[in-house]
């Protein structure tokens, strides 16, 4: 008889606590920090916590954790489907079992890997959703941009890792890789024809770096150097030489890189220069004619150099 007294008690407290809970609002926290649920049979912890958290489904999973370890009378072996009947459960607040919602963090696009710093011509680049955008003093450039530079075009590029390319005359490059990270650099680019000069700046000088120079002739790898290439580019510009041919050229100013192609690999030292024939050619040593590799002129330059015509003309009619 006391038995059965015991567990009508039992059950009306139980009930009691129920409408005491379910009485606050559900869309607002807890007033209090403690409620209390005797569990019944049929229960589990699952049917409890969301008969008592309606509205915060997403944070079901981590309620039920929370239950088990305020409460680890009422679990066997600390397992949340292995509820006991009959044991009180100190049920958190939401304030003290939710975390805050993580910051909103706002895309703001990718970042810039390098910029423009002299332009001379026509030069722009079409992005990796292929929408074109005129380069100039200032523009930056990004991870999948395709570089292009005009007929009297040129552009130096100033990178992140303070590498510095010359793009000249009909030439097209693409970015494929520049980061920038802890575990490794990565500088991967594509010279697709045209002609360049790099200066190689930080990635490229510790060993698992990852530093590729791509062209349809070879790739090229440095140790931390100063180079040239010119590919599938038949006539010269700026002042350079037709060098009538669509092959590739390359010379190391300082340093030194490695040269692989299908044929395998050879390494350049500084002053060496090399010419391939094609992708499958052996590379052949070149003495390297004036204007090949020249530096291309600067609008700067360009622009003063007929005033020192003209005042040389004046000094001869002077003298006379």
């Known amino acids: 008889m006391l038995i059965k007294r015991i567990h009508i008690i039992t059950i009306v407290l139980s009930v009691l606590s129920l409408f005491a809970v379910q009485s606050v609002d559900a869309a607002t926290t807890f007033k209090t920090q403690k409620r209390y649920l005797y569990v019944q049979p049929g229960q589990t912890v699952f049917s409890i916590v969301k008969v008592l958290y309606p509205d915060k489904k997403e944070q079901w999973p981590e309620i039920i954790k929370n239950i088990v370890k305020k409460n680890p009378h009422a679990f066997k072996n600390g397992v949340a489907a292995e509820i006991k009947v009959g044991e009180r459960l100190l049920l958190p607040?939401?304030?003290?079992?939710?975390?805050?919602?993580?910051?909103?963090?706002?895309?703001?696009?990718?970042?810039?890997?390098?910029?423009?710093?002299?332009?001379?011509?026509?030069?722009f680049a079409i992005s990796?959703?292929?929408?074109?955008?005129?380069?100039?003093?200032?523009?930056?450039?990004?991870?999948?941009?395709?570089?292009?530079?005009?007929?009297?075009?040129?552009?130096?590029?100033?990178?992140?890792?303070?590498?510095?390319?010359?793009?000249?005359?009909?030439?097209?490059?693409?970015?494929?890789?520049?980061?920038?990270?802890?575990?490794?650099?990565?500088?991967?680019?594509?010279?697709?024809?045209?002609?360049?000069?790099?200066?190689?700046?930080?990635?490229?000088?510790?060993?698992?770096?990852?530093?590729?120079?791509k062209t349809p002739m070879a790739t090229v790898g440095v140790r931390g150097t100063d180079y040239a290439i010119r590919v599938l580019q038949s006539y010269g510009c700026d002042g350079s030489l037709d060098v009538n041919s669509e092959g590739m050229f390359v010379k190391v100013n300082a340093g030194g890189i490695d040269l692989k192609n299908n044929i395998g690999s050879v390494s350049l030292n500084q002053g060496d220069a090399a010419h391939l024939t094609g992708k499958d050619a052996n590379p052949q040593s070149i003495t390297v004619k004036s204007g090949v590799f020249g530096e291309a002129k600067l609008e700067e330059e360009e622009s003063t150099s007929w005033w020192w015509w003209l005042l040389g003309i004046i000094v001869i009619a002077a003298a006379a």
């Not at 003290?96 to 810039?112: C, D, L, M, R």
């Not at 990004?142 to 530079?149: I, K, Q, S, Y």
């Open 93 to 123: 607040s939401t304030k003290s079992t939710i975390k805050s919602s993580p910051k909103v963090v706002v895309y703001k696009g990718p970042e810039a890997v390098g910029q423009v710093v002299k332009v001379r011509g026509k030069t």
């Open 128 to 213: 990796p959703k292929n929408k074109k955008r005129d380069l100039d003093v200032g523009s930056e450039i990004f991870v999948g941009d395709r570089l292009f530079t005009g007929v009297t075009g040129f552009m130096r590029l100033h990178m992140i890792d303070d590498a510095k390319i010359d793009l000249r005359c009909n030439s097209e490059m693409l970015v494929e890789d520049y980061q920038l990270l802890r575990a490794g650099n990565r500088s991967v680019i594509y010279l697709l024809k045209g002609s360049l000069r790099k200066i190689t700046g930080s990635i490229g000088k510790v060993a698992h770096d990852i530093y590729e120079m």
